[in-house]
């Protein structure tokens, strides 16, 4: 029994004790969950950060992907007019 639920025993008798200990009661909930909320925000924060760096790769690898497939068509293109234009 704290100092707190002693007064309000003296005070308010045994419904102020009751009071008292629930109020501290809640009060230790909100605490636990204002925690928790922390933690998964934190959680969230670098569970985001995981997924960025991993979209960052995927565009990267993309945009590789992208150039490789433009030199391609212009090598493509070129071998096509070189090989048509030989022929002829």
Known sequence: MTMSHLRAFLQ???????????????DRQMQRVTRN??????????HMALLN??????????LRLNV???????AWAQATISSTGSKS
């Not at 909320?37 to 670098?46: F, Q, S």
């Open 68 to 74: 490789a497939a433009g030199q391609f068509a212009a």
């Open 53 to 62: 760096a991993e979209m960052d790769r995927l565009v990267d690898k993309q």
């Open 12 to 26: 308010a008798g045994p419904v102020g004790l009751m009071y008292s200990i629930r109020q501290a009661r809640i």
């Open 37 to 46: 909320k922390a933690a998964e925000r934190l959680l969230h924060l670098e």
